[in-house]
């Protein structure tokens, strides 16, 4: 069961260089879920998404269509980013511009902190950039390029050519922040998640860490550097100063202190800049570290990472005008455990559609309360425990477990045994509802005190359901709640004790949650 506490969650913000694709969404919607979730666990929560504006990748894309940066990144967020989240129903609390004068107002501050108190200094500094990942590479993290790049070290991740750079910046001391980053993630073993990405974290800080250039002085598309404008600053230093300067860093101190330190959800190949550059940056300010950061795996298509530059990316509006925002939400967190790497294909998703949403979840809804429209003229029985048997217990202790369950889940941020745990309940019923043959019940009166209580007891755990997957289903759930008659809305009701729901009186005709599809590649 849920405490008092607030939470805090927060996606990436993302680069607005090009149009989402599904590995976006991904990230948008498991967070949002973590957050619903939380949220209707009655604690004080708030989610965070956004954009990242700055730095040399957007530059040179808004060069190359003609326009200056802002004119870019206004029209990338109008009509990609924020329809992004109408499209796959994400219910977030607060959207960061890096643009925004709360966030470059704050970045200065923060910076001249860190310069003030001695944690910043002049160097230079030459090596091998991916402008893709605005990040230096090592040697490490370069391939040889094959086909039109055959004879360039490539970035490993964009398999785009580096270019070597030699620039006299400011540099961050992130080197004397080791052996405090490696207390950090001794005391707190659950700080970096999932176990591989701890070890990976762990293993990268203890081979030594250098210096981080913090500055740019080949262009002027960043936050100035406030007390060198020739500088701009580094566009991921600038970046992941949006986890505070949009909860009230610098300038509403209450707000800060109330929501303060966050829950980062990041795929993996961001994972050290939110594992170790953040919480250095923290300790050399003074603040708090994180909560946590949990690094979730890639989408692969066709074996490769979900990628633009590949012609492997996917629009997310290609799969949710076929199947809907919901089972979007549901296929990518039910059929990828989080934090693994998981595979896409459209075969799977409209197999899973069909066995498990159609006709596991939404034929079950629709079979309850059909029967009880039918037999009961859509009363819901109540007072039937003279009735009840041992098969009827074993259904409420199966929701109590799976509320159990999943909350416990949810904790660990594992959202897919969440919702395994509740798909018990699912499968339960199912089963239940076939061996308890209610039709053949209707057919006999001396056995009406039976009927009712096989319907309330297949209500009851139907309405636990529409509460535990609402954080994941949240339209069909809605509708089903409306259809069961229960009071207010479904997210009113507390899903750490789900089992507990308000149940309503008269049930309403219910449309099929899921209705049949033909799906198009």
């Known amino acids: 069961m849920a405490d008092a506490s607030s939470f805090y969650i927060t996606t990436p913000i993302f680069y607005v260089n090009d149009v989402p694709h599904i590995g976006h969404a991904y990230t948008e919607v498991a967070a949002d879920v973590l957050a619903r979730w939380n949220r209707q666990a009655g604690r004080d ?64 501050r923060f910076l001249q902190k860190l310069y003030d108190d001695g944690h910043i200094y002049t160097g ?16 490490s993290e370069l391939v040889d390029g094959t086909g039109e790049y055959e004879g360039q070290l490539v970035c490993a991740i964009h398999s785009k050519p580096v270019e070597l750079l030699h620039e006299k910046n400011y540099f961050f001391r992130m080197s004397a922040f080791a052996d405090e980053l490696l207390a950090l993630y001794e005391e707190r073993p659950d700080f970096v998640q999932p176990e591989s990405a701890r070890n990976e974290v762990v293993s990268f800080v203890r081979r030594g860490l250098e210096d981080l250039s913090i ?10 550097v406030p007390w060198d404008e020739t500088h701009v600053v580094y566009v991921w230093f600038d970046a992941l100063l949006n986890y505070i300067t949009a909860t009230g860093y610098g300038q509403d101190d209450a707000e800060f202190a109330r929501r303060w330190p966050a829950q980062h959800i990041v795929g993996k190949d ?16 003074g603040l708090d570290v994180p909560k946590g950061v949990f690094g979730h795996g890639w989408l692969l298509v066709g074996g490769e990472k979900m990628s633009k530059s590949k012609l492997t990316g996917i629009a997310p509006s290609q799969i949710t005008d076929t199947f809907g925002s919901d089972a979007f939400r549901y296929y990518f967190l039910s059929a990828i455990s989080f934090g693994q790497d998981g595979s896409f294909s459209w075969e799977d998703l409209a197999a899973r ?6 006709n596991g979840f939404g034929n079950l809804a629709s079979r309850v309360i059909a029967m009880i429209g039918r037999y009961c003229g859509g009363e819901v029985p109540t007072g039937t425990e003279a009735a009840r048997t041992e098969a009827d217990e074993a259904i409420r202790r199966i929701e109590a477990e799976a509320t159990d369950a999943a909350w416990q889940a949810i904790e660990r941020l594992q959202i897919h045994e969440a919702i395994a745990a509740t798909w018990t309940l699912v499968d339960a019923l199912n089963g239940y509802i076939t061996e308890q043959e209610p039709w053949a019940l209707a057919k006999d009166e001396t056995k009406r005190a039976r009927l009712e209580a096989v319907l309330e007891t297949a209500y009851h755990g139907v309405g636990t359901l529409a ?46 949650l899921f209705p049949r599809v033909e799906a198009t590649e």
Not at 124 to 139: A, D, L, N, P, R
Not at 215 to 224: A, H, L, Q
Request: with cysteine; proline share 4%; aromatic share 10%.
């Open 353 to 358: 559609y069909q066995a498990e949403l159609a």
């Open 124 to 139: 230079e500094y030459e090596g091998y950039y991916c402008v893709g990942c605005e990040e230096y590479k090592q040697q």
């Open 45 to 108: 929560t708030w989610m965070l998404t956004g954009t990242d504006e700055h730095g040399q990748k957007i530059l040179r894309t808004a060069t190359a269509n003609g326009v200056s940066p802002q004119e870019w990144a206004d029209k990338l967020v109008a009509e990609a980013w924020k329809p992004l989240l109408d499209t796959v129903d994400v219910a977030n609390d607060d959207f960061i511009r890096t643009t925004d004068e709360r966030h470059e107002r704050n970045v200065q």
């Open 467 to 512: 509460v535990l997957l609402s954080p994941v289903l949240p339209k069909a759930t809605a509708k089903l709640w409306t259809a069961l008659g229960a009071p207010g809305t479904v997210q009113e009701q507390r899903i750490d004790r789900a089992h507990e729901w308000s149940v309503g009186t008269h049930t309403s005709a219910l449309e099929p």
């Open 215 to 224: 500055s740019r002085s080949t262009f002027d598309w960043g936050v100035k």
């Open 270 to 285: 961001i994972l050290r800049f939110h594992a170790v550059i953040w919480p250095a940056m923290l300790m050399a300010a």
